[in-house]
């Protein structure tokens, strides 16, 4: 069952997100790279579909006509954002 990268609210098995949809629970666009089956951290431009072109936001809305919902069971995001990082890095 797809589910939020962020919060990790349940989607319906059947459900295609437009590009502007937006999770219930959390607010966080669903047509997102991290919530794309092709998402892949470690890959070129993180996306496992060589055609694809960059996303500068992967939590972000996107308008790439590769995106697959990923069907894959995951928690809440818990990796550290840039802002969160810098203020561990220089205090504040």
């Known amino acids: ?3 939020c990268h962020k919060c990790a609210h349940k989607f319906e098995a059947d459900y295609k997100p437009g590009f502007r949809d937006t ?3 959390c ?3 669903v047509h997102a790279c ?3 089956s092709f998402y892949d951290p470690s890959a070129h431009n993180r996306c496992r579909e060589p055609t694809s072109e960059h996303v500068g936001d992967d939590r972000g809305q996107n308008y790439c006509e590769q995106f697959v919902f990923s ?3 995951k928690g809440p995001d818990k990796s550290p954002d840039a802002k969160n990082m810098f ?3 220089f205090g504040g």
């Open 23 to 25: 999770c219930p629970s």
């Open 71 to 73: 069907g894959r069971a």
């Open 1 to 3: 069952m797809p589910s």
């Open 34 to 36: 991290r919530n794309c």
């Open 87 to 89: 203020k561990n890095l």
């Open 27 to 29: 607010q966080s666009y």
